[in-house]
């Protein structure tokens, strides 16, 4: 018969376990998403400014 280890002795292995690769891939999508809002930083705020000057919510249905 075969002795049975304690389920933490799994742990000690060399591979990475799937709650350590899904950290990753958040960590990675994370950071790409705030990559993407810094790069596109300065677009929108020149586009908000050109918002509020047609007006903003108060234009209401003067411009398409």
Do not use: D, N
């Not at 960590?27 to 596109?40: D, K």
Request: no cysteine; proline share 5%.
């Amino acid at each position: 018969m075969r002795a049975r280890r304690p389920a933490a002795a799994h742990r000690g292995r060399g591979g990475l376990t799937g709650q350590r690769v899904l950290m990753a891939e958040a960590a990675m999508v994370g950071g790409v998403a705030l990559g993407l809002l810094l790069w596109e930083l300065p677009s929108l705020r020149r586009e908000a400014r050109i918002w509020r000057m047609a007006g903003g919510f108060r234009a209401g249905h003067r411009y398409p």
